[in-house]
C-alpha cells in the first residue's frame, strides 16, 4: 500500500522523465524506484541525465546552428515549434500528411513519395496514357465502367454489335461500317446511288424488275418501243418524242393541217395520188376535166398548173406530150449492136445479114480486111418526151438469129405487158 502511493506521487511530480527515457517506462521506473524509494531516514541520490542531453546543453545553443532546440535552467531539453524527436531534429509535417505516402523536410510542408500526389499525398498517380481509368495503387490504370484495354482507351460496344460490320466511338453504341446499316449494322447498304436496288452483300446495287443500268436508274420500256424516237420515264411504258407517235413511237407525225397527205419523217406532207399543196389539200381534176388529152390509150395524170397541168404515160411504141407519135417497136430478141455506119452503107449490112460475120468495107483503094466485132445486147428503146428538133428516121438493122448461133446467147421473149409495166414504173 505504501508503495503505490509513493509511485503514484512519483508519477505526478516527474512525468517527464518516464516520457525522455530511452529505455522502457518500467526500467525507468524500477530505476527511480530502486534510487528514490528508500526506506524513510535515508536520504535520495541524484537524479540520472542521459549523457547525449548533458553534451546537449553544455555547449551554448548558438554554437549550433541547424539545433531546433532550447535548454532551460534545469537543462532540459526544449524543441523548437515544429520540431520533434530526441535531438529535436525530425519536422513535423502538415496536419493530415500521409504517414506513408508522404514526407517533410521542414516543418508544415507535405511531400510526395514517387506514385502519389495531393496536398496531403493521398492520390495514387495513375499509368501515364491512361485515358478513361483510375488507379488504386500508383501507376495503375483501372478502367471506368464502358472502357477497357491497356490505357482503358477503347469504349465497349452496345451488345451485338459485330466488330467487322460495326464499331463505336463511346461505351453502348454502334456505328455502321461502309457498305452497313441498321440498329446493330446487320443489314447490307446498296452502292451510294443505286435508285431501285436492294442489296444481299454489302455495297450492291440488284435492280428491281423493270429497271436496269448501273445504279438501276434506267426504266425498261414496253416491248416493242422504239430506241431512236421512243423513251419512258416508268417501266413498262413508252413516251414518244417530238415528231413521232403510235404505240411504239414508229410512226412520224405529219406536218400540222396536212389533209391528204403521209410522212416518212417528222413534219413531212406528201401529198397522195390526185392532191397537190402544202397540205395536200388541192385536188387535181385536170384530166377529169379533159378526157381526151392523152392520146392513144395513154394514162393521163393530174399536176399542178406550175407542173404544167396534166401528164401522159405513154404506151409502148408512143411518145409525145400527149403519146401522140408513133415509134417504131424496138425488137425484143438479142442482137448484136450495129456499127456506126450511114444510111448508105445499111443496104449492105441488111445483105450481109445471113453470113456469121459481118465484113467491114474499107476504101476502094485500100486493102480489104475482115474483123469480127463484138457487141452488147440491145435492150428496149422507149421514147417518152418529144424531141426539140425535126424527128430523125432510124433504119433500124434486123439480123436473123441465124447469123448469132453460137454467139449470144438466146433470150426468151418479153410480153408487152411487162414492158408497159416497166415504161410506167
Keep these: 500500500m505504501m508503495i503505490s502511493l509513493l509511485l503514484a506521487t512519483f508519477l505526478v511530480k516527474f512525468p517527464h522523465q518516464l516520457a525522455q527515457s530511452e529505455t522502457n517506462g518500467l526500467v525507468t521506473v524500477v530505476t527511480v524506484l530502486g534510487t528514490s524509494v528508500l526506506p524513510i531516514g535515508l536520504a535520495a541520490g541524484p537524479r540520472y541525465v542521459p549523457k547525449w542531453k548533458k553534451q546537449a546543453c553544455e555547449i551554448p545553443a548558438s554554437q549550433h546552428p541547424n539545433s ?7 537543462g532540459e531539453v526544449k524543441c523548437l515549434p515544429g520540431w520533434t524527436g530526441d535531438l529535436c531534429d525530425v519536422p513535423i509535417c502538415r496536419k493530415g500528411c500521409d504517414p506513408l505516402q508522404g514526407y517533410c523536410r521542414r516543418p508544415g510542408e507535405c511531400r510526395c513519395k514517387l506514385g502519389f500526389y495531393g496536398e496531403l499525398c493521398d492520390k495514387c498517380v495513375a499509368l501515364p496514357g491512361c485515358q478513361h481509368g483510375r488507379c488504386n495503387v500508383s501507376f495503375e490504370c483501372s478502367c471506368d465502367p464502358g472502357w477497357k484495354g491497356m490505357f482503358c482507351s477503347e469504349p465497349i460496344c452496345a451488345a451485338d454489335c459485330l466488330s467487322s460490320q460495326g464499331y463505336c466511338e463511346k461505351p453502348g453504341e454502334c456505328r455502321c461500317r461502309l457498305g452497313w446499316q441498321g440498329p446493330k ?71 400540222p393541217g396536212c389533209v391528204h397527205g403521209s410522212c416518212k419523217r417528222p413534219w413531212d406532207c406528201r401529198c ?27 394514162t393521163c395524170i ?23 407519135i408513133k415509134t417504131m417497136m424496138p425488137s425484143v430478141e438479142l442482137v448484136p449492136p450495129t456499127p456506126d455506119i450511114t444510111l448508105e452503107t445499111s443496104h449492105e449490112v441488111q445483105d450481109l445479114a445471113d453470113k456469121p460475120s ?9 486493102p480489104t480486111t475482115e474483123k469480127e466485132q463484138t457487141a452488147e445486147p440491145l435492150g428496149p428503146i422507149v421514147i417518152t418526151d418529144p424531141p426539140n428538133t425535126t424527128a430523125i428516121i432510124t433504119t433500124t438493122t ?14 426468151a421473149t418479153t410480153k408487152s405487158s411487162e414492158r408497159d409495166h416497166e415504161n410506167e414504173t
Design 302 to 324: 393530174s399536176m399542178t398548173h406550175e407542173d404544167g397541168n396534166y401528164r401522159c404515160i405513154c404506151p409502148l411504141g408512143y411518145m409525145g406530150r400527149q403519146c401522140q
Design 272 to 298: 397522195e395520188p390526185g392532191w397537190a399543196g402544202d397540205l395536200c389539200n388541192e385536188k387535181l381534176t385536170y384530166c377529169d376535166e379533159h378526157p381526151n388529152t392523152c392520146r392513144n390509150n395513154a
Design 398 to 411: 434486123t439480123v436473123s438469129s441465124a447469123a448469132t448461133a453460137e454467139k449470144w446467147p438466146t433470150e
Design 185 to 255: 449494322c446487320k443489314q447490307c447498304a446498296v452502292l451510294p446511288g443505286c435508285t431501285h436496288g436492294t442489296c444481299q452483300g454489302p455495297l450492291e446495287c440488284r435492280c428491281e424488275p423493270g429497271w436496269t443500268g448501273l445504279l438501276c436508274q434506267t426504266p425498261i420500256c414496253a416491248q416493242g418501243c422504239s430506241r431512236e424516237h421512243g423513251n419512258c420515264r416508268r417501266p413498262g411504258t413508252c413516251r414518244c418524242r417530238v415528231g413521232w407517235t403510235g404505240p411504239n413511237c414508229t410512226e412520224c407525225v405529219p406536218y
Design 358 to 366: 459481118i465484113e467491114e468495107i474499107s476504101n476502094e483503094e485500100g
Design 68 to 74: 531546433h532546440y532550447i535548454c532551460d535552467e534545469a
